[in-house]
């Protein structure tokens, strides 16, 4: 076991090395199929002998190596919550890879959108000395003391899904999606749609400290900037959520009713909720309506609703993730070099009748091949 952990230490400590200055949102903006060749690369040029050193110490104890031992593998999921169908989607998807059947153990914890109990769940991951630990992060702040005592315990950590503020060298991997370029395409497509009309916009933002809520925002309003027809009247948070969508909207017909022609989303849930909101205040919205809803992940029933012309644009973020962290653990594993920084690449659609250079038309084949 010991011998096991030095070995992956040494090849994590090899790659970390070779990377440093890769922070979090720097890993989002490296090219999708870059990430392999940036890690490897810096690898094989500057770090040979301690590359021979993890080889040498990974060939001594590939008989205790649990891939080959039979022994399973134990891998903690310190996952968000539940808030939103995504992120159901992406829990469903770890349970499927990290399955026994796969030779794995995993302890999913669903934090239910509350930092403490996160950190607490990863301290946890720690004690029982678990192989791996995989962290999903509700918030972008305060990663840096635990992911220290996961470094002094030797567990390899894989931040996903979220980005965070701490230094790369904490962690050992990054796999996950680039929310600013999603708000960027959300911007784009909108100016493409608008063509030089007035646009006066509202925004129900994803959770606050949230990686995926700030790289959008970021995103969209580098786009916005660049409009000085655009105005942002509001923006507040739904925490991803449906209630929260659908809370948020309402008061946003109260103090803006007549006055708004746009609604961004941060998530398909909450455009359902602010659906729901302008049915009841009798406002239109979709293709045919008065407001255009750009939403964000391209959920089955997001793509349903896009299809049906009630969202004019869903910006893809895709959820099916696990596969590519377990690839990099088993990477680890066999002592081999991995890639530091995964993307998982997104793509955005549009209701029927539109046509974008930004974004895909929505069809029925579209919809019946989307399984979450
Ligand atoms: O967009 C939202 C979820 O972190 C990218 O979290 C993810 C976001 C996703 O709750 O629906």
Known sequence: ML????????????????IVGCGGADQAAAPADGAPAAADDAAAEDAAPAEDAADDAAADDAAEAPAASGDVITVGYAQVGHESDWRTANTQNYQDVFSAENGYELSLIDCDND???????????ITQQLDYIVIAPIETAGWDTVLQEAQDAGIPVIIADREIDADASLYDAWV?????????????????????????ILIIEGSVGASAALGRSEGFDEVAAQHSEWKILDHQSGDFTQDGGQEVMESFIKSYEGQFNVVVCHNDNEAYGA????????????????????????????????LDGKINCNVECNPIQAAVVAEVIQKMQNGESFE???LVNDEAFVAPGIESQYATTMTEEILAGRAY
């Open 340 to 342: 530091a920084t995964t």
């Open 115 to 125: 930092n403490a109990v996160q950190l607490e769940a990863v301290r946890n991951f």
């Open 3 to 18: 011998r096991k952990k030095l070995a992956v230490l040494l090849a994590t400590a090899m790659v970390a090395a070779s």
């Open 275 to 306: 659906m729901d909101a302008m049915d009841a205040a009798g406002i239109t919205y979709g293709v045919d309506g008065d407001v255009i809803i750009i939403s964000f992940d391209a959920t089955h029933d997001g793509l349903q609703y896009t």
């Open 176 to 200: 996950g999606t680039n929310t600013k370029n999603e708000g960027v395409t959300a911007g784009n497509w909108l100016a493409e749609y608008l063509d030089g009309k007035e646009a006066n």
